[in-house]
C-alpha cells in the first residue's frame, strides 16, 4: 500500500517567513559598551518587530549571536541580517541557560564587540538627523 505522500517535503520548504510584528526579539548587550543593546533593539523595532526591553548578557561576547527558539531558524537568520550582523555569524539553537533574561523571546541577539560600536544598519539616517528641509508643510 502506497499512501501517494510522496511530495510531503515540498510543503515544508516553501513556509513563507513569519511577518517580523509575528516575531518577538530580545537584544542582549555582550559587551561593555553601554547602550549598544538598545540602539539595535530601537533599530530592529522600526523594522516591524516585536521587541522585548533589551538587558545585557550572562556573559561577555567577543561576536555578535543570535539564538532562536524551536521554529525560529530562518527568522533568526532575517534579524541577524537586519542588525547588518557579519556573514559568518549562524544562528543557533537558544542554549540553556539562556543567555540573559530572554523572557517570551522567539530570537535572541547577544551583541559582541563586533558590533556594539557600529550603528546598526537598519536605522534610517533620515530619522536620526533633524529635519533642514522646509518644503513639508
Known amino acids: 500500500g502506497s499512501d501517494g505522500g510522496g ?5 515544508t520548504t516553501t513556509v513563507p517567513l513569519k511577518a517580523p510584528s509575528k516575531v518577538t526579539v530580545v537584544v542582549l548587550n555582550g559587551t561593555s559598551v553601554s547602550g549598544a ?3 539595535y533593539s530601537t533599530a530592529l523595532g522600526t523594522a516591524g518587530y516585536t521587541m522585548l526591553d ?9 561576536a555578535t ?6 521554529g525560529f531558524e ?17 544562528p543557533a539553537a537558544m542554549p540553556t541557560p539562556p543567555p ?3 523572557g517570551a523571546a522567539n530570537v535572541v541577539i547577544v551583541i559582541g564587540t563586533d558590533l ?11 530619522t536620526v538627523a533633524p529635519a533642514t528641509s522646509t518644503t513639508a508643510a
Open 116 to 126: 556594539a560600536s557600529v550603528t546598526p544598519t537598519t536605522a534610517a539616517p533620515t
Open 37 to 39: 543593546a538598545g540602539k
Open 100 to 102: 540573559g533574561e530572554v
Open 7 to 11: 511530495d510531503a517535503e515540498a510543503t
Open 54 to 62: 533589551p538587558g545585557d548578557a550572562a556573559t561577555k561576547v567577543p
Open 65 to 70: 549571536q543570535v539564538f532562536f527558539v524551536a
Open 74 to 90: 530562518r527568522e533568526a537568520a532575517a534579524v541577524a541580517l537586519a542588525i547588518g550582523a557579519p556573514a559568518t555569524l549562524t
